[in-house]
């Protein structure tokens, strides 16, 4: 399979808890992204890298919540203290940006439960 | 700012009859406009982008969708609805040299036999 790989697919983890995700976006691609969606919501975007450099990160990310690409590859989201409200599914992306833009292609996200 | 709008949260169609799901935007710059669709429980697919040239677009499963400057538009159409069509259909734009995508809220698109 050469698309972008997600895991877990799905987490159920207690309030307080610390979680963290990985990404292994399509080998070629640059660029790598998160997002988040909740339900009746469209993405919302948190953050991306350029090979290993994070270049924007959005509020929604908040002190509780760091992303790493530490070798330009796959990506890991890691939430801090999980509260109630972090529940989403949160969806990694990857596209190549250079000579031919490519669009983002989406894996199949990681579904967190905070109960 | 960058941002998406779509008016409406469900379009119900019979299968065979013509679709359309709508979507307008508000971006800085030239527009980069894009539509994904989403089964239950699954990630986004890419179904088809404008970036410059032809005002019509044509992309997966027989989709297509239409660039409007002046409406700040791009409405997604099919000719011919199918059942397996229904799902969550999501508009984004892109703003210029930005990665980060900006997503409409969706649009459930049911097509009923």
């Not at chain 1, 987490?11 to 790598?32: A, M, W, Y």
């Not at chain 1, 801090?80 to 983002?104: H, K, N, P, V």
């Not at chain 2, 400057?69 to 397996?84: C, D, E, G, I, M």
Request: glycine fraction near 8%.
């Amino acid at each position: 399979d050469t698309g972008v790989s997600q895991d877990p697919r799905h987490k159920i983890t207690k309030r307080g808890q610390n979680v963290t995700f990985r990404c292994d976006p399509i080998s070629e691609h640059n660029r790598l992204y998160w997002y988040r969606q909740t339900l009746g919501q469209g993405p919302e975007f948190l953050t991306y890298f350029q090979n290993e450099a994070q270049l924007e990160k959005s509020r929604l990310l908040s002190d509780r919540f760091s992303a790493e690409r530490p070798k330009g590859s796959f990506s890991t989201l890691e939430i801090q203290r999980t509260e109630q409200g972090d529940s989403a599914m949160y969806l990694c992306a990857s596209s190549f940006r250079g000579s031919r833009d490519t669009e983002a292609f989406f894996g199949q996200g990681t579904r967190l439960t905070v109960v | 700012a960058q941002s998406v709008a779509q008016p409406e949260d469900q379009v119900n169609v019979a299968e065979g009859n013509p679709l359309t799901v709508k979507c307008t935007y508000s971006v800085s710059g030239n527009p980069y406009l894009f539509w994904y669709v989403q089964y239950p429980n699954r990630g986004l697919q890419f179904l088809l982008k404008y970036i410059t040239g032809d005002n019509l677009v044509k992309g997966s499963y027989g989709f297509e969708a239409e660039f409007n400057k002046s409406q700040t538009s791009f409405h997604l159409k099919k000719p011919s609805a199918l059942v397996s069509d229904s799902a969550l259909y999501f508009c984004a734009v892109r703003g210029s040299t930005l990665g980060r995508l900006y997503f409409g809220r969706g649009t459930q698109l049911t097509v009923w036999p």
